[in-house]
């Protein structure tokens, strides 16, 4: 069982850590590592060399990083809030586990899910840059990755609504990624029939179809 694999060595190789004194029980690490494992089926859990911790806060975290303002030279402190955030390349994921949970519950149809989202940014970052594209194979698989989330990108920047992908996919190609690849595990059917192009570059990239999934287990009942 390549999963329960990858599972097993997400839970004994990473660092596991409880933020503010939140109790991280085992139960919640099988169901973290069991997200994260599904997101590299075929790929391997090594796709996840660089991540050493997964820290996990009880509830939405609000932070106060200085970032760049909006003027040049100006810093923003202001708070802001987040379910989950794929710290640098080699720093953690975190998690907050009231975000994780509501995932869970609806059994992640809606197409959201924190843990891939998080997950999938550390995969665009092994080749040291958060841009929407992970390492590719050649050339050609950079050029069609490109031109078809491009393509999408522009789409969503323009203002059109889109029924699978939300609003935050638009902020810039990194989260544009990391929200697609959300509906790619959690609604690949409809993500398929709707976007079949974007569908085939993820396809190919994770080197799994989901969607073939869903329609085989539909069969079985
Ligand atoms: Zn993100």
Redesign the pocket.
Known sequence: MRLLGGVERLLSEKYWEGARGFTLTEAMRVAIAAQAALVTLTLGVDAYQHVKAIVVHPSTVVVRTPRPGPVPGTFDDSPIELI???HGRQGPVILAWDAVSADIRVRGYHGRNVVI??FV?KLDMLDGVVDGTPPLADDAARRRWKQVTDAEFDSLRSGSPDPLLRD?AA?DP??FF??AAEVFFTRPVDLATAKPALYGIYRDFFRQDPAARRARSARAG
């Open positions: 989950g955030e794929a989202h998080e940014h935050y902020t990194g989260e990391a929200v």
